[in-house]
């Protein structure tokens, strides 16, 4: 699609973007500072969890289902908080560990384990000629630099609207036994926003691939919904396990968006096998986590229930900035060709693509105007988006009038860009 810039005569198109440069300044005079550079929730929300601080004083209980809260032991994680994992990732209890607050440094020690050890029965995968990781892009950034770290190769596959481009993956497994696992974030993906369809699941649970081939099921905004509408997501377990799969899938989660991010509790669910793996690999360098921790959010969030009940809390103070910034964008770009972005119905980003030869330009040029962004090619393995399109948009944590101060800006940088584009090229 052509933008409206490139359709102008070569005189209409210097007046717009003088007039662009115009109000360039005048922004810059504004001396904004903003921040829409990480998927962090607002102070208001973090704010809604305080009352849990309340539940364990002195005089409080510490056991749960027998277990001594405030002593050793228990390393897989106390009952209460594995029944809540369970019905988290979809699995039994026992197939499930609780951890600290961290779900991505789950998913590092895992694959560290693979890449030293191999998984159970295989080569470690350090051993191999060649070892290569799927990142369905645009895609999280810190996902990639955990295999890019650990010398994985990533290769990027293009996302879609049902989720990763299905015949470019089974085609890739298919091919390349070198190919060991794959980064998903199955619901309200990160940045998409989109939720992957039953196909898609069935597709990565049944797929033919390398015995040792892992996903990284990262079910991070599960319960992340807008509304009570939200999308729904199958239970790739039950489709993997039907297929005898079982191994394949490496869930986690956390209550980081939900309760205090950074301070929070983590999930890892599996089959029983890789369960097994796991704990026996983890124990070497750790006795239990903070079970009081898990007892106080259990507390708190008893059930799946609960967590919903309480996320409706939060949508309460997500919904106001996700209409925002699809108004502004609306308002400012909609009929110019010069973007696109999605429309998720639950998570905390919204993907936003340029003109090719964009985002970076915009990125630095929204920086200039006083708003940080996540930098243009995060989302795409090793910061090189190959079109240099993509943007994260991360609207959760400024107010609603912080928010559209920096869209506008985002909305102008994408106008002269484009404006710019247009006339370079002639």
């Known amino acids: 699609m052509e933008t409206i810039y490139q359709q102008m005569s070569d005189e209409e198109l210097k007046a717009a973007i003088a ?52 002593n050793y032991g228990c390393f897989e994680g106390i009952p209460s908080a594995r029944r809540l ?55 999280y950034d810190r996902h990639f630099g955990i295999t890019e770290h650990l010398g994985i190769e990533n290769i990027p596959v293009r996302m879609t609207e049902t989720g990763p481009d299905m015949d470019e993956v089974e085609r890739l497994c298919a091919e390349d036994d070198s190919i060991k696992g794959m980064f998903c974030v199955p619901k309200y993906s990160n940045p998409t926003g989109i939720t992957y369809s039953e196909e898609t699941v069935r597709r990565l649970a049944t797929m033919k691939a390398a ?55 983590a999930f890892f ?21 903070n079970k009081l921790n898990q007892l106080m959010h259990t507390r708190f969030l008893p059930s799946l229930d609960a967590v919903r009940a309480h996320m409706r809390k939060h949508a309460e103070f997500l919904r106001p900035r996700f209409a925002a910034v699809e108004r502004k964008l609306t308002e400012g770009l909609e009929g110019t060709g010069c ?21 970076k330009r915009v990125a630095a040029l929204c920086a200039e105007l006083g708003v940080k962004l996540t ?18 948009i991360a609207p959760t944590y400024p107010s609603v009038e912080e928010l559209e101060a920096a869209l506008d800006v985002l ?16």
């Open 211 to 265: 015995p040792d081939f892992r996903i990284v099921w990262d079910n991070a905004y599960a319960v992340h919904d807008l509304t009570d509408e939200g999308d729904a997501l199958v239970n790739i377990f039950d489709i993997a396990r039907e297929a005898g799969n079982e191994d394949r899938i490496l869930g986690v989660a956390s209550t980081s968006k939900i309760t205090f991010p950074g301070a929070g509790i």
């Open 339 to 359: 973007a696109t972005w999605t429309h998720p119905n639950g998570g905390y980003f919204v993907s936003f693509d340029g003109p090719e030869g964009s985002a």
């Open 19 to 70: 007039e662009l440069e115009r109000e360039v300044e005048e922004t810059r005079a504004k001396g904004l500072k903003l921040d829409m550079a990480r998927g962090k929730p607002s102070p208001a929300q973090v704010d809604i969890s305080r009352p849990m601080l309340d539940l364990l004083t002195s005089d409080a209980d510490l056991t749960d289902g027998g277990i001594d809260c405030s």
């Open 85 to 139: 994992a369970g019905e988290f990732i979809g699995v039994p209890p026992e197939q499930t560990i609780v951890l600290g607050s961290s779900s991505l440094n789950i998913m590092q020690s895992i694959l560290i384990h693979y890449w030293e050890k191999g998984v159970p029965g295989y080569t470690p995968w350090s051993k191999l000629e060649h070892t290569k990781f799927l990142c369905p892009a645009p895609g």
């Open 269 to 289: 669910g599996s089959s029983p096998a890789n369960v097994a793996e796991v704990s026996r690999t983890l124990q070497v360098g750790l006795i239990s986590a």
């Open 411 to 426: 909305v102008l940088a994408t106008k002269l860009v484009s404006a710019q584009l247009a006339l370079e090229a002639r």
């Open 375 to 392: 930098p243009a090619g995060a989302t795409w393995p090793y910061g090189k988006d190959p079109h240099d399109t993509n943007i994260r």
